[in-house]
């Protein structure tokens, strides 16, 4: 088992930043790749960077070069900086974790409650 708790969404303008943070706990086997996901209302749920134990990472094409992922492995906490936020990013982000990158977004992963992030234009 996993367990995750996300904080740090919120409201802000177009432009702006945010730094979720995630707390991690549990079976470590099952947390080597963790990243985030997002769901806006009406739409699928959408992977949105993924970091693996050696720490390489991935980012959707739409937030490349604006987000960044990182992990803390002595405090069991991921990181995702979301800068030059744009109306579009406005979403549930998830924390999310699995054995495999390819499963993070699965059935198979583990999955926080979500932080609502909020940006206005």
């Known amino acids: 088992q996993v367990q995750l708790v996300e904080s740090g969404g919120g409201s802000v303008e177009a432009g702006g930043s945010l730094r979720l943070s995630c707390a991690v706990s549990?079976?470590?086997?099952?947390?080597?790749?963790m990243g985030w996901l997002r769901q806006a209302p009406g739409k699928e749920l959408e992977g949105v960077a993924a970091?693996?134990?050696?720490?390489?990472?991935s980012y959707a094409p739409s937030v490349k070069g604006r987000f960044t992922i990182s992990q803390d492995n002595v405090k069991n906490t991921l990181y995702l900086q979301a800068n030059s936020l744009k109306p579009d990013d406005t979403a549930m982000y998830y924390c999310?974790?699995?054995?495999?990158?390819?499963?993070?977004?699965?059935?198979?992963?583990?999955r926080g409650q979500g932080t609502q992030v909020t940006v206005s234009s």
């Open positions: 549990g079976n470590t086997q099952s947390r080597r790749c």
């Open positions: 970091i693996d134990r050696e720490g390489g990472t």
């Open positions: 999310a974790a699995a054995p495999l990158c390819e499963l993070v977004k699965s059935d198979l992963g583990y």
